[in-house]
C-alpha cells in the first residue's frame, strides 16, 4: 500500500510540474494559480510522506493561496 502511495503522489506531481509548460498563454494570476498548486503539491507530498491526499490537498491549498496572490 505504501508503494502505491509513493507512485500516485510522484505521477500527481510529474502532472502538475509538466503542466507548467502550458503557461504562455495564461495570465499573471493565472501562471501564480498554477505555480503555487505546484508548490503546494510538492510541499504536501513531503510533509505527508508521499500521502496522496496530502500531495492533493497541499496543491488545492497552494492553488488557492496562488490565486489570492495573483490579485495584486
Do not use: F, H, P
Not at 500516485?8 to 495570465?27: Q, R
Request: with cysteine; charged share 10%; net charge positive.
Amino acid at each position: 500500500m505504501k508503494m502505491m502511495q509513493r507512485i500516485a503522489g510522484t505521477a500527481v506531481i510529474a502532472v502538475v510540474v509538466l503542466s507548467l509548460t502550458a503557461c504562455s498563454g495564461m495570465s499573471r494570476r493565472d501562471r501564480n494559480m498554477v505555480t503555487g498548486a505546484s508548490i503546494g503539491a510538492v510541499g504536501g507530498a513531503i510533509l505527508t510522506g508521499g500521502s496522496t491526499l496530502g500531495t492533493v490537498g497541499g496543491a488545492a491549498v497552494g492553488g488557492v493561496i496562488g490565486n489570492e496572490i495573483g490579485r495584486r
